[in-house]
């Protein structure tokens, strides 16, 4: 089966750096998504991990190691905006496709 | 804007009650997927169509449905409402079903917000 873990809250400082982190269990693996929710709003993709490594976007970056089901989302220069929440994702192998299965989700403050 | 809609925006119903919520995916995604995301909860993943066939269940309820039709809008059907399914519901699109080792970016319409009373 699947389980993703992610710490359920974070605060940080307008102008810093964070790190969010995302250690998930699965049969196989096809894959990490990134992606951010503003409350009451659409989720929206940020990113998506295929091979180890970083892959940066901006002041967004993402990390993913496969062989220990690790991955984080770095987050630079931090602003107000940025405060929302983050949700870690991967795809589970099912009757032939891929169903994305979300972590709860990880609250991000960001304060002046 | 995703480019997947979703009506209503806002649903208030009592227990006992039916309900229908509609989604429109982008244009030219033959797939569907629809989320529930209660009160400070993750997104749980429902049910996916593509191309007006079920493809992947999750936690659906029994008391839920939901169908894909020839144009490929979507609705997801929820009847006996308890309050406990106050919830968020989103509907997602993507290109394809996300074949096995595939990529399926997935896009959020902006949500139902049910509001069972």
């Known amino acids: 089966g699947q389980n993703i873990d992610q710490p359920t809250e974070m605060t940080a400082t307008e102008g810093a750096i964070v790190q969010i982190n995302c250690t998930y269990q699965?049969?196989?693996?096809?894959?990490l998504f990134w992606y951010q929710q503003h409350a009451g709003e659409a989720p929206t993709f940020l990113s998506y991990?295929?091979?180890?490594g970083l892959e940066e976007k901006g002041r967004f970056s993402s990390f993913l190691s496969r062989s220990k089901g690790y991955s984080y989302l770095l987050l630079k220069e931090l602003q107000m905006k940025d405060s929302a929440s983050y949700l870690c994702?991967?795809?589970?192998?099912?009757?032939?496709?891929?169903?994305?299965?979300f972590g709860a989700g990880t609250r991000l403050a960001v304060h002046p | 804007d995703s480019g997947v809609t979703q009506t209503p925006k806002h649903l208030i119903t009592a227990t006992g009650q039916r309900v229908t919520l509609r989604c429109s995916p982008r244009?030219?995604?033959?797939?569907v997927y629809w989320y529930q995301q209660s009160l400070d909860q993750g997104l749980q993943f429902l049910i996916q169509?593509?191309?007006?066939?079920?493809?992947a269940k999750g936690n659906i309820l029994e008391r839920f449905s939901a169908q894909q039709f020839p144009d490929l809008h979507s609705e997801l059907n929820l009847s006996s409402l308890e309050l406990g399914d106050s919830a968020l519901y989103f509907c997602?699109?993507?290109?394809?079903?996300?074949?096995?080792?595939?990529?399926?970016?997935?896009?959020f319409g902006p949500g139902t917000r049910l509001t069972v009373l």
């Open positions: 244009s030219g995604d033959l797939s």
């Open positions: 699965t049969s196989g693996f096809n894959g």
């Open positions: 169509y593509y191309n007006g066939e079920e493809r």
């Open positions: 994702a991967v795809p589970m192998f099912s009757g032939g496709y891929n169903k994305l299965i």
């Open positions: 991990n295929v091979l180890d």
């Open positions: 997602a699109s993507s290109p394809d079903p996300g074949l096995a080792g595939g990529y399926n970016e997935q896009f």
